[in-house]
């Protein structure tokens, strides 16, 4: 019997069952509208926190996972978990980024020089009181002081930086009505120097120290001038100045104060006459240097700036070690005195810098670099007329000088409330010419004066502004501002890099700017030498009645003590 082909049948059975497969209807669920199905599946898969449901133990919280920072060689082998930060990491570690938590490293002598981030070595530093912007400088100059450079702050009107330099080993000069002087006429370091520079054989160096400390002694007794007058001295003033210190240099043993200047342009010499064109009439060169004379002696005798800047320099500057300048002794008030003793340290601290670098050039000494802290800037720029001026060079030259640079104000409106357009346009371009601009909470009404010289976007601008919202009203540590140790890194044009300032454990003694507020009045006990102490109205009043003797009373006719 031939065999029976049985394809056809198996094809029939197979088709039957898909077909009775197909008119099964599925059984109906309700949907689970927080865990979908992937598309494309049959089978179901749980959500990205687990199995929803009775038994499924979804988790409500999922932990982050741990983070850990290394170099390229020490995680190449967790590829591809490891990722790039996106932070610079060159630099004082300064915080961590405010949305990535990643760190963040920046100063401006570590990104100008080893990370070629920007072209000049300075940072200006912009942000209502309050909110850590000395707190933000104390970081920078105490991770650089160990990265080398010596911090510098030259004028402390707070103090904000007394605890800090001696934390450091530094040196802490005092200044201020009765508590110590700086003679403007002290070239400092320099005639030691510059024999030094000699005996090496190294003229045209010596040369240069001298003249740099004669340059700068001239500048700081025209800005005395200024400040005192509100208006910068004449050419005709400035070149008697210049004259009589060269005859000082030149004829004076020691050195000299401002009294042995006044008494140069008293007596008159015959090489300071000639550039005061008296044409040797006596009554002419009197009246044409009658006006430098009497300012002269108002520095002299105690007048508005006292006797601070006539004597000789108590405490000489040291250039090895850091350094700060407590002018805090001086009232807020005096705005004259603050203006003129910021312009003496900024004058004497960078009259020690050129004297170290001339040294360091003809290899007498070690190479250093300084951090210079020039913090409460608007207050030196509202002192008079040419104010401006003065800031202006000691700040354009400090990348030919080796140092970095930081300036400190609240805002755009204190560099611009200045009386002339010249002076507001020279005064912005502090802002424009720094490396990098360090902005913390300002207002809203500051972005369009900021944006002038900082490119912001929209999300910064509104990053900044609501930083500078107060606390909220519970006491407590939750109730500081919101911006407090917040601040925005900006460089050119490049987006801004958020930053949160944690202060570790050691640090905290030295940013505490609220010392005087800790410890309360203590008031003496009541002993039996002295029991009224401590009583308040209502029980002096009850101890006084008690002490009264009735029987020694004075009585009226009805017998009424």
Known sequence: MPAIDERPRRRAQKKAKKIAAARELPKTKKKDTTEEKPKGSA???????????????????????????????????????SIGTGTPMIGVPMGLQLFTGATVCADPISWFQD???????????????????????????????????????????????????????????????????LNVLDPGEAYEAA????????????????????????????????????????????????????????????????????????????????????RGDDARYKAIT????????????????????????????????????????????????????LLACWSAGFGTVNVANALADAGLEPRRHYFVILDELWRALRAGRGMVDRVDALTRLNRQRGVGLAMISHTMSDLLALPTEEDRMKARGFVERAGMVVCGGLPSAEMPMLTSAVPLSRAEQELLTSWQDPGTWDSGPGSEPPGRGKFLIKVGGHPGIPIKVELVEAERAINDTNKL?????AFPEPNESNPM???????????EFAAVDVDAAPVDEEGAA
Not at 67 to 80: A, F, I, K
Not at 150 to 177: A, C, E, F, N
Not at 308 to 332: E, G, K, N, Q
Request: charged residues 25%; proline residues 6%; contains cysteine.
């Open 290 to 341: 009658e006006d430098l004379e009497a300012t002269l002696i108002s520095l002299t005798s105690g007048g508005r700036l006292g006797e601070t800047f006539a004597h000789a320099t108590d405490v000489p500057m040291l250039r090895d070690r850091p350094v700060v300048y407590d002018v805090s002794s001086i009232d807020d008030s005096d705005t004259d005195m603050q203006a003129a003793i």
């Open 115 to 181: 990370a070629d981030l920007i072209s000049n070595p300075s940072v200006f530093v912009l942000g209502l009181p309050g909110l850590g912007k000395s707190t933000y400088i104390r970081r920078t100059g105490t991770g650089l002081a160990g990265l080398g450079p010596l911090p510098l702050v030259l004028g402390d009107l707070k103090p904000d930086y007394v605890d800090m330099i001696r934390s450091l080993g530094g040196q802490v000069i005092t200044l201020g009505r009765g508590r110590g002087y």
């Open 517 to 521: 507020w800790h410890a309360t009045t």
């Open 43 to 81: 089978f179901r898969r749980p959500g990205p926190r687990g199995w929803l449901g009775r038994g499924g133990g979804q988790a409500t919280v999922v932990d982050p996972v741990e983070e850990w920072r290394g170099t390229t060689v020490q995680v190449c082998g967790l590829h591809p978990f």
């Open 533 to 543: 102490i401590g009583l308040d109205d209502a029980e002096h009043a009850a101890h």
């Open 195 to 278: 024999e030094r520079l000699r005996e090496a054989g190294k003229e045209k160096e010596r040369a240069q120290v001298l003249a740099d400390a004669h340059g700068r002694r001239h500048t700081m007794v025209a800005a005395l001038l200024t400040i005192m007058r509100k208006e910068p001295p004449t050419d005709r003033e400035e070149s008697i100045i210049d004259r009589a210190l060269h005859w000082l240099d030149e004829n004076h043993d020691g050195v000299p104060v401002l009294g042995d200047l006044l008494r140069v342009i008293q007596e008159a010499p015959a090489e300071v006459r000639a550039v005061a064109l008296d």
